[in-house]
Nanobody, 126 residues
Framework: QVQLVESGGGLVQAGNSLRLSCVAS????????MGWFRQAPGKERDFVAA????????HYADSVTGRFTISRDNAKNTAYLQMNSLKPEDTATYYC???????????????????WGQGTQVTVSP
């Protein structure tokens, strides 16, 4: 049974930082690209960042480039999203997702991802 469990969300003031974690089980983590998506109330789920299977390639949404960093530790079956200089518009539920893909190219499209976590809430106050 595949599980992706996010943690690290919370309430922070604008300008501060959070680090989200996503622990995977029930799959061979090193064979999967990992992505982070977010969904604000009343809005569609949007791509945030992705990393390929060995961490050699990353991709970011324009809105987070320069502020967020995605990384992974295959020995710990964990993906991370370091979020700095947070803004109120970053407020959303953040989801991690796994794509059974060992290519260098990584996808920003939800349809490419096979497994999803339940999400962790991030709230940024002004």
């Amino acid at each position: 049974q595949v599980q992706l469990v996010e943690s690290g969300g919370g309430l922070v003031q604008a300008g501060n930082s959070l680090r989200l974690s996503c622990v995977a089980s029930g799959l061979t983590f090193s064979r999967y690209a990992m992505g982070w998506f977010r969904q604000a109330p009343g809005k569609e789920r949007d791509f945030v960042a992705a990393i390929n299977w060995n961490g050699g390639n990353t991709h970011y949404a324009d809105s987070v480039t320069g502020r967020f960093t995605i990384s992974r530790d295959n020995a710990k079956n964990t993906a991370y999203l370091q979020m700095n200089s947070l803004k109120p518009e970053d407020t959303a539920t953040y989801y991690c997702a796994a794509d059974n893909n060992m290519e260098t190219v990584i996808s920003p499209d939800m349809i490419a991802y096979d497994e999803w976590g339940q999400g962790t809430q991030v709230t940024v106050s002004p």
